[in-house]
T-cell receptor
Framework: EDKVVQSPLSLVVHEGDTVTLNCSYEVTNFRSLLWYKQEKKAPTFLFML????IEKKSGRLSSILDKKELFSILNITATQTGDSAIYLC????????????FGQGTTLQVKP | KAGVTQTPRYLIKTRGQQVTLSCSPI?????VSWYQQTPGQGLQFLFEYFSETQRNKGNFPGRFSGRQFSNSRSEMNVSTLELGDSALYLC???????????FGSGTRLTVV
């Protein structure tokens, strides 16, 4: 059965800390790994990773994929209270399925 | 550009009733997926439509159905509602399944 597992499930840090969120996957016909941030309702897209070892960066956020070990990490440096959210990772399967398999999410709380 | 629009935002229904939720994708997006989000199960894939054809279906009972119109707008229907159907229903659209998905803000369904 296809599955995606995230860890930790929840995390409390203080502003300025650096956090690393983990996502491991076991899926057949893997195509790419996506990260989303969910604050209230709509998950918002952060990164899509298809190739192994190539880091993607957006401001204080960065992510990398390891297709050999089947995991991805999302790093957030110099955290701010606005980073408080649920972070979701999802595995996209091969073409023509349109199906994302989501992990349980990591709830991040950043305290002032 | 306009995002993914879901209507209604909130719904309260009684057990046994049926409900129809609507999703208007980003202009030009032909792939529309539906997900159910609950605290216990996270985001679970319901089905995906591309050019009016259902390409993939998740592990949900036949009470859950959907369709897509020629303008790519999609509807999902749940018949004979059960208390356990209470959830946030999210719709996501994409140009094609090779790209990232943009989510709508969801419809919060409460079954009483």
């Amino acid at each position: 059965e296809d599955k995606v597992v995230q860890s930790p499930l929840s995390l409390v840090v203080h502003e300025g800390d650096t956090v690393t969120l983990n996502c491991s996957y076991e899926v057949t016909n893997f195509r790419s790994l996506l990260w989303y941030k969910q604050e209230k309702k709509a998950p918002t897209f952060l990164f899509m990773l298809t190739s192994s070892g190539i880091e993607k960066k957006s401001g204080r956020l960065s992510s990398i994929l390891d297709k050999k070990e089947l995991f991805s990490i999302l790093n957030i440096t110099a955290t701010q209270t606005g980073d408080s959210a649920i972070y979701l990772c999802a595995a996209a399967l091969s073409s023509n399925t349109g199906k994302l398999i989501f992990g349980q999410g990591t709830t991040l709380q950043v305290k002032p | 550009k306009a995002g993914v629009t879901q209507t209604p935002r909130y719904l309260i229904k009684t057990r046994g009733q049926q409900v129809t939720l609507s999703c208007s994708p980003i202009s030009g997006h032909r792939s529309v997926s539906w997900y159910q989000q609950t605290p216990g199960q996270g985001l679970q894939f319901l089905f995906e439509y591309f050019s009016e054809t259902q390409r993939n279906k998740g592990n949900f009972p036949g009470r859950f159905s959907g369709r897509q119109f020629s303008n790519s707008r999609s509807e999902m229907n749940v018949s004979t509602l059960e208390l356990g159907d209470s959830a946030l229903y999210l719709c996501a659209s994409s140009l094609a399944s090779e790209y990232d998905y943009t989510f709508g803000s969801g419809t919060r369904l409460t079954v009483v």
